[in-house]
């Protein structure tokens, strides 16, 4: 299984490491800082740079299930990889912009989790936005949220990670909030986010390490998809400082 090297430190964007395979999936390294599409976020993309200095462009992460866990580094089509073969030394750069729009997104939906005490039967994280589809039935106040994500943002939580046994989580299902995607099983731990006073539940995503630096973010859309399902859109009014 490749070495999850963004699971503890998400602000960690280069490594060095070796490829194990290539194949029609992309590249497989043996550690790597690039996180893989899931949980709701898109792959992480950027740079994979060979011994001899050709530089390959990863445009996106997948994990691949049927090599237990391992993760591709999906190449552009037609993409050279002739300086890539199995046993190659290699430096991964992820993209430092996009990652870090994932890592305010991230967090701040997690805020969003803490302000409507509703589970959550969908998510996505991009770049240019996030999204999170409540079940419920009720309205939501859009100016509200946004006053309240501004103060918890303005409050400066701390952000962190632990780790806890699964039987913990067993002992605690209200720890989960997503109805779409439960936590990975079979590692025999399960990682927490813990906004510090704010919310703490199940997320191998990346994230800031305090909400100051998700920087100002707004609800640009609350929709009403059916019945049960209220979707709120999350956009990015500038860029953060850090």
Not at 198 to 210: E, I
Not at 219 to 228: F, H, M, V, W
Request: charged share 20%.
């Amino acid at each position: 299984m490749t070495e999850e090297l963004f699971r503890d430190d998400a602000a960690r964007l280069e490594c060095t490491a070796s490829v194990v395979a290539v194949d029609a999936s992309g590249i497989v390294l043996d550690r790597t800082v690039f996180y893989p599409l899931g949980g709701g976020q898109a792959g992480d993309s950027g740079v994979l740079t060979a011994a001899d200095g050709t530089a390959l462009a990863i445009v996106d992460t997948r994990k691949l299930a049927a090599r237990n866990g391992d993760i591709a580094h999906v190449p552009a089509a037609g993409a050279d990889l002739s300086s890539f073969a199995p046993g190659a030394q290699v430096r991964a750069h992820v993209d430092a912009a996009r990652r870090r729009a994932h890592m305010r997104f991230h967090t701040a939906t997690h805020l969003l989790c803490a302000l409507v005490p509703h589970p959550v039967d969908g998510c996505s994280i991009t770049a240019a936005y996030a999204r999170l589809d409540f079940h419920m039935t009720g309205p939501l106040d859009k100016e509200a949220l946004n006053a309240a994500l501004a103060r918890l943002v303005g409050e400066a939580h701390p952000v962190r990670a632990r780790w806890i046994d699964e039987a913990e989580l067993d002992a605690h299902p209200g720890l989960v909030r997503s109805m779409s995607a439960q936590p990975p099983r079979g590692l025999g731990r399960v990682r927490l986010i813990d906004i510090e006073g704010v919310d703490l539940q199940p997320c191998g995503g990346t994230h800031v390490a305090n909400t100051a630096e998700i920087g100002p973010v707004t609800l640009t859309k609350i929709e009403k998809k059916s019945a049960s399902t209220r979707r709120v859109v999350l956009g990015l009014a500038e860029p953060a400082a850090g």
